[in-house]
């Protein structure tokens, strides 16, 4: 018997491999700011404005961080996402709006702007429990050497399975830079706490990374560590929701 292939039935396959290809991941869009010394208040109660006003539905969501330790030290991360690339091209509902606030209502209180960046989650190597966001975090920052990605994403897997065998309340999340950067960001680790006496209490991740994956195992990964990194930073940074269009949970 001859199958008959209707239209009805062509169109629905159409969809049905359009949504397969579909890209389903989270990509945040993140830089620095830093804000004119004397125009700080100025600078606040403008990024809140324009957060509320045109970054408070997905996948234009804004997060303003403030940056305690490294490099961009007393800066602010502003983040928008999580969206793919596809979604970029239709996020904003009025574009020229947005840019003109940004330009002439935000803009004048910023004293410069560095390391526009695209960071993709990489949900293979990361454990997020329900629940565990505190509005804390470090970010460990890595610059690899080339070709050598393969052997630290083997290493995350290591890391990331003590982190589900032992059920960790707190997160960790690795993200990728989608481009080539100056600065050697390649890819960041988000570690997630719920106060600063956390650093006080006792580290126990390497008899836990030992007991997972076997004796010795710590000097191992140093071993790999020395010869995939060729350097790293860590950032504490604290979440301001008053000035962020996202609601974080």
């Given amino acids: 018997m001859k199958r008959i292939i209707t239209l009805s039935t062509a169109l629905l396959m159409i969809v049905a491999t359009v949504f ?3 890209k389903k991941y989270e990509m945040f869009e993140t830089e620095y700011i830093k804000p004119k010394g004397d ?4 600078f606040m109660e403008s990024i809140t404005n324009h957060s509320k006003k045109f970054h408070s539905t997905d996948p234009n969501k804004s997060g303003v961080w403030l940056v305690n330790t490294g490099p961009y030290t007393g800066q602010i991360a502003w983040v928008v996402g ?11 509902t009025d574009d020229q709006a947005h840019m003109e606030d940004w330009i002439f209502n935000v803009m004048p209180y910023i004293e ?21 966001f505190s ?21 995350l897997e290591k890391v990331v399975e ?42 126990n991740f390497w008899k836990d990374y030992e007991e997972v994956n076997g004796e010795g195992a710590k000097m191992k990964f140093f071993e790999e560590y020395r010869d995939i990194v060729i350097s790293a930073y860590d950032e504490v940074s604290e979440y301001i929701p008053e000035m962020s269009g996202r609601e974080m949970k």
């Fill in 162 to 203: 003590v982190y589900r065998k032992k059920s960790y309340p707190n997160y960790m999340e690795v993200y990728r830079n989608q481009f080539e950067s100056h600065n050697g960001h390649d890819v960041a680790i988000g570690f997630g706490f719920k106060n600063w006496a956390f650093f006080d209490e006792e580290d």
């Fill in 112 to 132: 410069s702007v560095s390391d526009g960046e695209y960071w993709k989650k990489d949900d293979k190597v990361s454990y997020s429990p329900e629940g565990s």
């Fill in 135 to 155: 509005g804390k975090e470090v970010w460990s920052v890595y610059d690899i050497r080339p070709f050598e990605g393969y052997r630290f994403t083997a290493l």
């Fill in 82 to 92: 999580p969206c793919t690339f596809t979604q970029m091209d239709n996020r904003r």
């Fill in 20 to 22: 397969s290809q579909e």
């Fill in 39 to 42: 125009k700080m208040k100025e």
